[in-house]
Nanobody, 127 residues
Framework: QVQLVESGGGLVQAGGSLRLSCEAS????????MAWFRQAAGKEREVVAA???????????DYTDSVKGRFTAARDNSKNSLYLQMNRLKPDDTAVYYC?????????????????WGQGTQVTVSS
């Protein structure tokens, strides 16, 4: 059974940092595209970072404009894990953050393209 489990969310002041983790189990995701999405209360889900598998242990991350220069996604295949380092957090970053995976190498910004989802982790940034 495939599972994605996020952790690392919490409450942080504006300007602070958090590191989200997503641990996958049930299969390896080395050649899969993965992504981080978020959904704020009352808003639609949006992609934060989409990570394509472009070669053996080589990945390319694309970020939504609002997080460029502040967020960095990384993968550790040895741990079957995905990470999101979030720096200089803003109140607008408050949302539930989800990791997702799809059995193709190319990531997309569309949630419906992803087959596997975690349960989400809450990130709250106070002003």
């Amino acid at each position: 059974q495939v599972q994605l489990v996020e952790s690392g969310g919490g409450l942080v002041q504006a300007g602070g940092s958090l590191r989200l983790s997503c641990e996958a189990s049930g299969r390896t995701f080395n050649g899969y595209a993965m992504a981080w999405f978020r959904q704020a209360a009352g808003k639609e889900r949006e992609v934060v970072a989409a990570i394509s598998a472009i070669g053996s242990n080589t990945y390319k991350a694309d970020y939504t404009d609002s997080v460029k220069g502040r967020f960095t996604a990384a993968r550790d295949n040895s741990k079957n894990s995905l990470y999101l380092q979030m720096n200089r957090l803003k109140p607008d970053d408050t949302a539930v953050y989800y990791c997702a995976a799809r059995p193709q190498s190319a990531a997309t910004p569309h949630g419906h393209d992803y087959d596997y989802w975690g349960q989400g982790t809450q990130v709250t940034v106070s002003s």
